[in-house]
């Protein structure tokens, strides 16, 4: 069965500083996806970035990107020039054949003004 | 992006009744949703998943007898809650993909339902 693990429960990052939220998955299928997704206070969850295993190059949106690793089963999220409105629970979560999605726990991001 | 709303928001009710929660898709058909329910401070579980004109697939642990799921149409899924207890308060929050079944497509949440069983 596969997981997803993000050993991070809380993180903080000074306004405008970069900050990387961490993501590992066990999985022994080949092709596959990987997402994060932002669930602010609200709590409407946002999809933030997505990657597909087969593709190498690395996933970027705008001031998000992430560091995927296929050999080391490593999906960590980057956040350049973090916003106030960065402020959230971010979830990796997983998806595999079944188009079920595997969540991890969460990280909580808080910035600093 | 697409929408789903979900419908209502919140809601208290008396323990002992059943309460029905309806997820829509406004602009897409949805051959497939997904039920989730997340407690406080943690992750999304996955409850079950909704295929539009058959029987909904329950999680293990899921009760189907209580937790009832109706996909009659490509736009719309119900979840009812039948008779109550306080253990059944929690947030509610289904997600639907356009496009059914394909994988890697982003999948759309709605807002959420908080229930509270008093």
């Known amino acids: 069965a596969q997981t997803v693990t993000q050993s991070q429960p809380e993180m903080s990052v000074q306004e405008a500083e970069t900050v990387t939220l961490s993501c590992t998955y066990d999985?022994?299928?080949?092709?596959?996806?990987l997402f994060w997704y932002k669930q602010p206070p609200s709590r409407q969850m946002i999809l933030v970035i997505r990657?597909?295993?087969?593709k190498q190059q690395n996933a970027t949106e705008n001031r998000f990107s992430v560091n995927f690793q296929k050999a080391a089963k490593s999906f960590s999220l980057k956040i350049s020039d973090s916003q106030l409105g960065d402020a959230a629970m971010y979830f990796c979560?997983?998806?595999?054949?079944?188009?079920?999605?595997?969540w991890g726990a969460g990280t909580k991001l808080i910035i600093k003004p | 992006g697409a929408v789903v709303s979900q419908h209502p928001s919140w809601v208290i009710c008396k323990s002992g009744t059943s309460v029905k929660i309806e997820c829509r898709s406004l602009?897409?058909?949805?051959?497939?949703m997904f039920w989730y329910r997340q407690f406080p401070k943690q992750s999304l579980m996955l409850m079950a998943t909704?295929?539009?004109?058959?029987?909904?697939?329950?999680e293990q642990g899921v009760e189907k007898d209580k937790f009832l799921i109706n996909h009659a149409s490509l736009t719309l899924s119900t979840l009812t809650v039948t008779s109550a207890h306080p253990e059944d308060s929690s947030f509610y929050i289904c997600?639907?993909?356009?496009?059914?079944?394909?994988?890697?497509?982003?999948?759309?949440f709605g807002q959420g339902t908080r229930l509270t069983v008093v």
């Open positions: 997600s639907a993909r356009d496009g059914g079944r394909q994988t890697g497509t982003e999948a759309f």
């Open positions: 602009d897409f058909q949805a051959t497939t």
């Open positions: 909704s295929n539009e004109g058959s029987k909904a697939t329950y």
């Open positions: 999985t022994s299928e080949s092709d596959y996806y």
């Open positions: 990657q597909e295993a087969y």
């Open positions: 979560a997983y998806e595999g054949s079944n188009y079920q999605l595997i």
